[in-house]
């Protein structure tokens, strides 16, 4: 069945770690996009990539990196988490072209200590 | 560029009432417009999506939406809600133009909450 996938679910970790929280998609999509969510508040785009070996920051500014080496991986990293990054991180896929309908995975809620 | 101003943060209804969520957008662009729910500690999905053709659409659960050029709007209406429609509700944009710029903007979300 296609769908999006991401690991952990949820996280608790303390201030400085090194972090990665993992997007897997089988959609056969291309596009890939990396949201943060504060509770009850609007998604915010951080990353998104059109494809194998293209990243491309989203609106709101993160010191998160993301990696795009397979078409259906889309990693992102926090080299050093702090409090500030506690947060709800949504991924999700489309299609390149179209109306650019996205599909969204089930959300890593992040807690740094 | 776009923005979604949905009015109503929080929205109370009792069982078998009707519901209505409004979303209202800017827009310098055509856009395509759409309803995404999100169910407690779950990821966004799609509720529904105007692309073009008919200003009334019909989405999954009972759920439909009315795209009001003029007064640039696009409501979510339920005839008759359940206890298991309370969940957060996101209407969204994306313009029509191809390329990086066709990006979703998303309202800041409606807390909808069925009362038994």
């Known amino acids: 069945e296609a769908d999006i996938y991401q690991t952990p679910r949820y996280l608790v970790i303390g201030t400085g770690k090194k972090i990665t929280l993992e997007c897997s998609q089988t959609?056969?999509?291309?596009?890939m996009y990396w949201y943060q969510q504060d509770p009850g508040m609007e998604l915010h785009l951080i990353h998104y990539?059109?494809?194998?070996?293209?990243?491309e920051k989203g609106d709101l500014s993160s010191e998160s990196t993301v990696s795009r080496i397979r078409t259906e991986h889309f990693p992102l990293t926090l080299e050093s988490a702090r409090p500030s990054h506690t947060s709800q991180y949504l991924c999700?896929?489309?299609?390149?072209?179209?109306?650019?309908?996205?599909?969204f995975g089930p959300g890593t809620r992040l807690t740094v200590t | 560029a776009q923005s979604v101003t949905q009015l109503d943060s929080q929205v109370p209804v009792f069982e078998e009432a009707p519901v209505e969520l409004r979303c209202n957008y800017s827009s310098s662009v055509s856009v395509y417009l759409f309803w995404y729910v999100q169910y407690p500690n779950q990821g966004l999905q799609l509720l529904l999506k105007y692309l073009s053709g008919s200003t009334l659409v019909k989405g999954i659960n009972g759920f439909e939406a009315e795209f009001n050029k003029s007064q640039t709007s696009f409501h979510l209406r339920k005839p008759s809600v359940h206890i298991s429609d309370t969940a957060e509700y996101f209407c969204a944009v994306s313009p029509l133009s191809s390329g990086s710029a066709r990006q979703l903007t998303f309202g800041s979300g409606t807390q909808l909450t069925v009362l038994p």
């Open positions: 999700a896929s489309s299609v390149l072209t179209g109306a650019y309908e996205q599909y």
């Open positions: 990539s059109y494809g194998v070996n293209s990243t």
């Open positions: 959609m056969g999509h291309d596009k």
